[in-house]
C-alpha cells in the first residue's frame, strides 16, 4: 500500500508539489517536498543521498518542465535501476510530451494537473493496468488515447490548500540534502 509519496521538482519552481502535497496529506498520505535544483550534473555522493532519502518513500513523483528534463530523466533511471520505486512524471514537459515522460521508464505519466485523479492512482496503484486511469498514461497504448483520458482542469482552485510548510521540505544544498 502506497501511503508515502516524494514530490520532486529539479528546478526553482515548487508551487506545484506543494499543491499535490496539501491534497495528499489531507487524503492521509505522507510527503516529502524536494528541490534538487543544482546547476549542472549530480555528482556521485549527491546521487548516493538522493537515493538515500527516496528509499524513505513508496513512492517517487517527479514535476518536470523542457528545462531539467535531463535530470528528470536521469533520477528515473537511477531510482529504477538502483531501489525499484514505483515513479511518476507530472508538470509541463509531461501534459506536452507525456511519450517522452514515459520513455524514460516512469510508471505513469500525468496528463493535466495532478489534482485530478492523482490520489485515485495511488489508491489503485496495483490495478492500474486493468482499468482506466482517469488523466493519467500508464502503458504504451494509453498515448493513442490521450483526448480520452485527460481531465478538465479544477474549475474552482480555492477547493486546494497548498502545503506551505517546511516540514519534511529537503533541499540539495552543498551536495546534502
Known amino acids: ?17 506543494r499543491t499535490v502535497s496539501g491534497i495528499l496529506r489531507k487524503e492521509g498520505f505522507e510527503t516529502g ?13 549527491e546521487i548516493s543521498a538522493i537515493l538515500n532519502l527516496f528509499s524513505r518513500f513508496d513512492f517517487i513523483a517527479f514535476t518536470a518542465t523542457d528545462y531539467g528534463f535531463g535530470k528528470v530523466d536521469q533520477l528515473v533511471k537511477i531510482v529504477k535501476d538502483s531501489i525499484k520505486k514505483p515513479t ?21 505519466v500525468c496528463l493535466g494537473d495532478a489534482e485530478n485523479g492523482f490520489v485515485g492512482l495511488l489508491n489503485n496503484w496495483e490495478d492500474r493496468f486493468l482499468r482506466t486511469t482517469p488523466n493519467f498514461v ?7 488515447n490521450i483526448d480520452y483520458l485527460r481531465m478538465k482542469p479544477a474549475q474552482n482552485l480555492d477547493q486546494f ?8 521540505y529537503y533541499f540539495l544544498k552543498n551536495g546534502e540534502l
Open 88 to 108: 511518476v512524471i507530472g508538470g509541463v514537459k509531461a501534459i506536452m510530451d507525456p511519450a517522452s515522460c514515459l520513455m524514460t521508464g516512469a510508471d505513469a
Open 138 to 144: 500508464v502503458k504504451v497504448s494509453d498515448l493513442n
Open 1 to 17: 500500500m502506497i501511503k508515502k509519496i516524494a514530490l520532486i521538482t529539479v528546478t526553482q519552481m515548487d508551487f506545484g508539489i
Open 33 to 45: 517536498k524536494v528541490s534538487l535544483l543544482k546547476d549542472g550534473s549530480y555528482t556521485d555522493n
Open 161 to 168: 490548500t497548498p502545503d506551505f510548510s517546511y516540514d519534511n
